[in-house]
């Protein structure tokens, strides 16, 4: 798990992914503070399965910043 402090927002090509997934988020606290976790268990073809691949947790700052990004690149 990783608690996210700083986005770096970047531009360019991205690249067609062969894979979807599912993402849960969880809302809650992380030491004492409220919490966003994002988090998924990969592909259905993934070797090790239920097993959460890839865990992200933001709180209110690095929240904001998605959320600015979020907010200008799509015009929410």
Same mark, same amino acid.
């Given at each position: 798990?990783?608690?996210?402090?700083?986005?770096? @927002?970047? %531009?360019?090509?991205? @690249?067609? @992914?062969?894979?979807?997934?599912?993402?849960?988020?969880?809302?809650? %606290?992380?030491?004492?503070?409220?919490?966003?976790?994002?988090? %998924?268990?990969?592909?259905?073809?993934?070797?090790?399965?239920?097993?959460?691949?890839?865990?992200?947790?933001?709180?209110?700052?690095?929240?904001? @910043?998605?959320?600015?990004?979020?907010? %200008?690149? +799509?015009? +929410?």
């Amino acid at each position: 798990m990783a608690l996210v402090n700083k986005i770096n @927002q970047k %531009s360019g090509i991205i @690249q067609h @992914q062969d894979t979807d997934i599912p993402m849960d988020i969880t809302i809650g %606290s992380y030491e004492g503070n409220t919490a966003v976790r994002l988090g %998924s268990k990969g592909s259905d073809n993934r070797k090790t399965k239920k097993k959460t691949s890839q865990v992200y947790v933001l709180e209110e700052d690095s929240a904001k @910043q998605l959320y600015d990004i979020l907010k %200008s690149t +799509f015009n +929410f």
